[in-house]
């Protein structure tokens, strides 16, 4: 099984402020790599597919990068309703998500 | 717009099975994978398996296999996910995702809409 770890666990941020966010893969997934918002009560929302491409409708403020075992996203600017948990997600083999980051103020 | 609806909230007890249920609308229903996921307090999110919406054909994780049933009602544009012989370790939010297109040469893959979530509770 492919392991995704996410780090940092937690990132306490203002608003107006940048967010890098990491995943690395315990093997290759070339680019098949996703990002995922996550708010309670909501289902995931998908924000970023194959690694760099912003899904529809996702703000320009998010992007991604990476590929092979070292991903990122990044948030240019933090709005207010950009403080959630971001899942990585490859499907390379199989699929697996990484623990999550939790992004608060 | 593309909405996938789920039922609500289930409490059951250990042994029982619970059905769960998955609403498609805004797209043709029978063109994409719907995968069903789930995450219990504290843990990751974790697939179970997906159905094939056109043919019903399923592909359940190991984990699952012998476990769980999934299937679809074309009719109403529905997906089921029934597990079996509950315990108290499959307390969570189940969700169900769309995922790639029947047509597409790869079945594991993102997933651009969610539902919801069903909050499962199994308590004696």
């Known amino acids: 099984e492919i392991v995704l770890t996410q780090s940092p666990a937690t990132l306490s941020l203002s608003p107006g402020e940048g967010a890098t966010l990491s995943c690395r893969a315990s093997?290759?997934?070339?680019?098949?790599l996703a990002w995922y918002q996550h708010k309670p009560g909501q289902g995931p929302r998908l924000l970023i597919y194959d690694a760099s491409n912003r899904a529809t409708g996702i703000p320009a403020r998010f992007s991604g990068s990476g590929s092979g075992t070292d991903f990122t996203l990044s948030i240019s600017s933090l709005e207010p309703e950009d403080f959630a948990i971001y899942y990585c997600q490859q499907h390379y083999r199989w699929l697996t998500f990484g623990g999550g980051t939790k992004v608060e103020i | 717009q593309v909405q996938l609806v789920q039922s609500g909230a289930e409490v059951k007890k250990p042994g029982a099975s619970v059905k769960v249920s998955c609403k498609a609308s805004g797209y043709t229903f029978s063109g994409y994978y719907i995968y069903w996921l789930r995450q219990a307090p504290g843990d990751g999110l974790e697939w179970m398996g997906w159905?094939?919406?056109?043919?019903?054909?399923?592909n359940y994780a190991q984990k699952f296999q012998g476990w769980v049933t999934m299937t679809r009602d074309t009719s109403i544009s529905t997906v089921y996910m029934e597990l079996n012989r509950l315990k108290s370790e499959d307390t969570a939010m189940y969700y169900c995702a769309r995922g790639a297109s029947v047509e597409s040469t790869v079945t594991f893959y993102h997933f651009d809409y969610w539902g919801q979530g069903t909050q499962v509770t199994v308590s004696p």
């Open positions: 159905i094939n919406p056109n043919s019903g054909g399923t």
């Open positions: 093997q290759g997934v070339s680019n098949h």
